[in-house]
T-cell receptor, first 109, second 115 residues
Framework: KNEVEQSPQNLTAQEGEFITINCSYS?????LHWLQQHPGGGIVSLFMLSSGKKKHGRLIATINIQEKHSSLHITASHPRDSAVYICAVRFQGAQKLVFGQGTRLTINP | DTGVSQDPRHKITKRGQNVTFRCDPI?????LYWYRQTLGQGPEFLTYFQNEAQLEKSRLLSDRFSAERPKGSFSTLEIQRTEQGDSAMYLC?????????????FGPGTRLLVL
């Protein structure tokens, strides 16, 4: 059983729409990562969070430690945002990352 | 380009053959991780090194798999007697442990197809 759950699994939207991807996890964590994976496989780290909120350009990541939930938002979405977005957590006391199954985002022009 | 390189990028092999992959991390990074990703799934942890010491191995890492990081720099992952179920993307990541914000930098991956 995967201890990190993402929703939705697939998301298709029109250019300009506000996008939200959700991540829930089972027990306490020391850090949560949001990653972006383009076709071909390369993974880029977008954010690392342990509390609160971070913003970079059109991307915003939030985390609610009490609810064990994080969201990744994309404002003014663009076709180049099309990718798989992956949530990964480091559970407390552990060193490895545990990954969600990813959300495939497609932004149509 | 994250600064982490992997070689080869693609490998096609026949069942029963041995394969070896290489990962070159960012030079000052002391941690190196190996992950496996199958189609439509998120990556799964295989093993990690701190410098040359292999500190944790997943139960996914059967006795056909072995990983080394002999000088604490590059790492190799070998799969012996490959099976069709080994077909996957093998990802390497490196990080600077001890740094306040430990971010893992991923390589481009090696895509393995076992026929």
């Amino acid at each position: 059983k995967n201890e990190v759950e993402q929703s939705p699994q697939n998301l298709t939207a029109q250019e300009g729409e506000f996008i939200t991807i959700n991540c829930s996890y089972s027990v306490g964590i020391s850090a949560l990562h949001w990653l972006q994976q383009h076709p071909g496989g390369g993974i880029v780290s977008l954010f690392m969070l342990s509390s609160g909120k971070k913003k970079h350009g059109r991307l915003i990541a939030t985390i609610n430690i009490q609810e064990k939930h994080s969201s990744l938002h994309i404002t003014a979405s663009h076709p180049r945002d099309s990718a798989v977005y992956i949530c990964a957590v480091r559970f407390q006391g552990a060193q490895k990352l545990v990954f969600g199954q990813g959300t495939r985002l497609t932004i149509n022009p | 380009d994250t600064g982490v390189s992997q070689d080869p990028r693609h490998k096609i092999t026949k069942r029963g053959q041995n394969v070896t992959f290489r990962c070159d991390p960012i030079s000052e990074h002391n941690r190196l991780y190996w992950y496996r990703q199958t189609l439509g799934q998120g990556p799964e942890f295989l093993t990690y090194f701190q410098n040359e010491a292999q500190l944790e191995k997943s139960r996914l890492l059967s006795d056909r798999f072995s990983a080394e990081r002999p000088k604490g720099s590059f790492s190799t992952l070998e799969i012996q007697r490959t099976e069709q179920g080994d077909s996957a993307m093998y990802l390497c990541a490196s990080s600077l442990w001890g740094h306040q914000q430990e971010t893992q930098y991923f390589g481009p991956g090696t895509r393995l197809l076992v026929l």
